[in-house]
């Protein structure tokens, strides 16, 4: 079997049809919809593809107009808005059977090294990923041994998770539960040296979690599931070069759920409590 990081590497080399124009596989899984965070980090390379490479991406912002079908091929229509001294602007629309499903803006941003610098501190001091239990092992040990169905997906999953609060199952804990959230992640082998590439794998990533937060207090986060659940925009700002294949903290908060919409936010910090990326993200929950 392919080692997941190395297929989520492929699954982020599109295909070049135009000069601005791109075509992403889309596996054929057992999914309602396609992951919203393969859309987005699949639009952020084709978008990146078009610039001249000396700047990194410093912000995006996204709509998810409809649901992606698995199997599909996806593509991504680039269009060039602006090319300035300092920033480039590039807006991405991802179509699947002639629909718009996605919709993104990205900033790009020559790094410049005069201003100044400061950040708040971390929420809390966490312990470290090597000292936490991987998903896989803590639903093994509510559960007994992970369903089929999650068993298969966490043989294909390019990232590895450890939450730092341990998973709550009963009524009792999720009335007791901020909805707040924060996990460990990094990829599950190297992803290469191309910084886009890592940009892109951790856009990806910054999706399979960030709701979490809103769900916390409401349904167990790994057991069946209550409510249709379905991402409605992302927005991310990215602060400092990283990696993805190595250890960072996601803290998640959900400031606010009503109206059947909840929304969530998120901190990416490195090893050494450095703020790498901001992420907000609302989400559509209907009850099933």
Known sequence: MTNPAEALVDLLDLERIEVNIFRGTSPEESLQRVF???????????????TDGDRPVHSLHAYFLRPGIPGVPIVYQVERVRDGRSFTTRRTTAVQQGKTIFNLTASFHRAEVDGFEHQLPPRLDFPPPEELPTVAEEVRGHLGALP???????????????????????PEELKEADPRSAVWMRAVGPLGDDPLVHTCALTYASDMTLLDAVRIPVEPLWGPRGFDMASLDHAMWFHRPFRADEWFLYDQESPIATGGRGLARGRIYDREGRLLVSVVQEGLFRRL
């Open 36 to 50: 919203g965070g393969q859309v987005a980090g699949q639009a952020l390379v084709a978008a990146g593809r078009t």
């Open 148 to 170: 089929e169905a999650m068993e298969r997906m966490a043989r294909r999953m390019p990232f590895d998770i450890r939450y730092v609060d341990r998973l709550r199952w009963s």
